[in-house]
């Protein structure tokens, strides 16, 4: 379903407030989710998907906006970077989230001498947006096991089972690895630190198995990191570098990456005998139309680099859409109410005041069943906008001070709208989340391209078709540590081989057999609301630095 | 409409846009001052606002502050702290000596001059001299806590006069904190159960879609 589709029908904000009464009934059960998740998933958009021609996955199905993408000819060629500085380095990690810094201290840690470079700031990322928290089976009523099965039927049982078996056996190392770096955990009411840690329970998951830090635990893990990151003297972090290129040697493994220095104004290339992708997510692609919670950066260009390079892809046309963005204002819509607000009680009512799903459903039912009820003309409209209603005030009145007390980033957000969300419902619509498929990787984080690995958002087969809450927080852990690992370790056949764009030669043969055009480029580095030109910015860089000084300004940003 | 000024620009923009947004339709390209776009947890988007009327400068977040008429704004660049007050993981377990480590490596911290600068600088109003005052004098706990919702903005940084990193300090208040005292008997208990062997996963006993 596109939400151009949807009819702008719905009842007024006055009404549907008139018809809240807080004692709603409980919501119809739902016996088989396949009808309705097919009928108003956004995955099965009736603007349909795109058939890949090209690449490793050619066969495969993803959004048509995604796959112009991951069809597009390469940014640069020989000619640009003839006579660029060149940087060397064992392990380059590309994206300054968590994923990235994770790797990196990891590689860092096991004596490898790092390379991060990012496109924004170091941190400025999906990571610290994180709210909700990071799933981890401590409890004495959860197992692995049963976080193994949760994490495989929440994806419709999609998910590769090695990957999800080390995902889940790594967690409780990977919370004590965070807390040995100085991440904090909220713990049981009246338990001092050496209790038992607090659990919250998310959607689609048996047991209270949610870990956090308030509702700002992405902000808790980042700062953590990118102080941990900064500080490690075998790790040199460039920001805003963004990666427009990875480099091939004869044998089709990765051996570096070509960046542009949004400070210089010129490309830089960097060698190394590894390279880690953390790149993150897609979000800001505003695939079929929605809005999205997601940071500036994420616009997919992991996805594509290692596509062109030859990595295969894992569900690449399946994508989370956050059943409860904020709906109202236009200048808010897309950001994220965290599930934290349904687990703790909050219901979710159309504008007629009646519960329509059980709200603690997966994510993509509960998103599904939003838009058939806006899709059908019981969603809540104020200034053109439809969504429904987040019922807060019932939720206030149940357990007085939750707000104030547990939902300080909802309530934050509810303020910048004007709306006391103690009195007022929070109106929410589905807002485009996460990247559920990704980069196919084995359970060391390796690529089917020798060299590259991947960890974090931008790797597939964990999730399946639908990823359940934090469970993303934890891969990035879990799967930074073993990506930085297996990189720091890693030995090319060749390693003074050759370092150029040998793949690109041969993607835009492939291309040209296809009959593509090689007109539409990508990566996209910024969205278009960023305003960013590449040509236009290139034309402003200096000629005059040499190497050396390059690289000390480089190091200072 | 709205008329303001960012970073020379002139921009006019409805009513209740942020400034982030604001500065796109001004021209200004979106690639260094911004990350979460409006969620106001980066801290990237670090500005000086004037408003009319008002003879002082103050700082904000762009992404989560609306526009007014007659605003003047300009992005401020990454502030980098003068001296990197480094310090190792290898720091953090132990602490007894935690206190010894925060005068080491902040040895600014006990020459605060208590001008308030760092507090009118802070964007999310944390007690940030309190919290600085606090870790200085030993208790690491109650400046761990001072700083919890720090977004690590670094805008106390560029306002304190004494070259202390307050926010960094913070951060290793609460780093410390963390890495030295919080031990979950529930999650050691887990780990013990899967060291020893006693916990284990069957990656092929999962084969219904419902439990
Ligand atoms: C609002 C929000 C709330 C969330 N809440 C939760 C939660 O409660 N629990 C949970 O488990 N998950 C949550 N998630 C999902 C989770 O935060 C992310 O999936 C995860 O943090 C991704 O981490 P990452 O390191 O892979 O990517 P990111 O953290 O997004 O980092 C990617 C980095 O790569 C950089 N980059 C991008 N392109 C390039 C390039 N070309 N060159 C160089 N660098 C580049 C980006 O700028 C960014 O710094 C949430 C996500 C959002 C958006
Ligand atoms: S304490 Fe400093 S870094 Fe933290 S939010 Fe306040 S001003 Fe920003
Ligand atoms: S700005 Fe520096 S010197 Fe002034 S009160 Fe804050 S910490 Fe102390
Ligand atoms: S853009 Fe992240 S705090 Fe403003």
Known sequence: MNPTEIPAAGIPWSEAIAALDGGSAPPPAITDAQPLLRHWHPDHSAGGPRRLAVGASAGQDCPAALADLLQADALIDDIDIAGCATVSTEVLVIGGGGAGCIAALTAAEAGAKVLLTTKLGLGDSNTVMAEGGIQCAVGAEDSLQTHFEDTLRGGQMAGDRALVAALVGDGPASVRWLIERGMTFDMEEGQGPSGRLRRKRAGGTRVPRILSFRDVTGLEMMRVLREAAGLHPRITVWNRSPVVELLSDETGGCV?????????????????????????????????????????????????????????????????????????????????????????????????????????????????????????????????????????????????????????????????????????????????????????????????????????????????????????????????????????????????????????????????????????????????????????????????????????????? | MVNLTIDGRPASVPEGTTIVLAAATAGIALTTNVGCMGQGVCGACRALVRRTGEPEVRTALACETPVEDGMQVSFLDRVAPRRPHAYSETDLVDGWTAYERVLAVFPEAVRCRHCSGCDRACPKGLEVQKGVNLAASGDIAGAAAVFDLCVMCNLCVAACPEHIAPNHLGLFARRLAAAGTQRPADLIRRLHEITSGAMTIDADACTDKQP
């Open chain 1, 256 to 557: 570096g990456a070509v960046i542009y220095s949004l400070h210089l104004h010129r490309f830089v290339l960097i060698r190394a005998r590894s390279v880690v992708m953390a790149t993150g997510g897609a979000g800001r692609l505003h695939l079929n139309g929605f809005p999205t919670s997601n940071h500036l950066g994420a616009t997919a260009d992991g996805l594509v680099l290692a596509y062109r390079m030859g990595a295969r892809l894992r569900e690449p046309d399946s994508f989370q859409y956050h059943p409860t963005g904020i709906a109202w204002p236009p200048a808010l819509r897309g950001q994220l109410i965290s599930e934290a607000a349904r687990s703790l009680g909050a219901t979710l009512v159309n504008g007629h005041g009646h519960r329509f799903v059980d709200e603690l459903s997966p994510r993509d039912v509960v998103a599904a069943a939003i838009l058939r009820e806006c899709g059908e003309g019981r969603g809540v409209l104020r200034d053109g906008c439809v969504g429904v209603l987040l019922d807060t005030p019932a939720l206030e009145r149940a357990r007085p001070g939750i707000l104030k007390t547990t939902l300080v980033t909802l309530c934050h957000l509810a303020h910048k709208a004007g709306i006391d969300p103690a009195r007022e419902p929070v109106p929410v619509y589905p807002t485009l989340h996460y990247q559920n498929g990704g980069i196919a990787i084995g359970t060391d984080g390796g690529t089917e391209v020798p060299g590259l690995y991947c960890a974090g958002e931008v790797s597939g087969g964990i999730h399946g078709r639908n990823r359940l809450m934090g469970n993303a927080l934890l891969e990035l852990v879990g799967f930074g540590r073993r990506a930085g690992a297996a990189a720091a370790a890693f030995q090319p056949v060749r390693p003074s081989g050759r370092a150029n764009l040998g793949h690109v030669q041969e993607w835009r043969r492939a291309l040209v057999a296809a009959g593509l055009p090689l007109d539409v480029k990508a990566p996209v580095l910024f969205p278009p609301i960023a305003g960013f030109d590449l040509a236009a910015d290139r034309a402003l860089g200096r000629s005059d630095l040499s190497a050396r000084s390059l690289e000390a300004a480089l190091q200072v940003l």
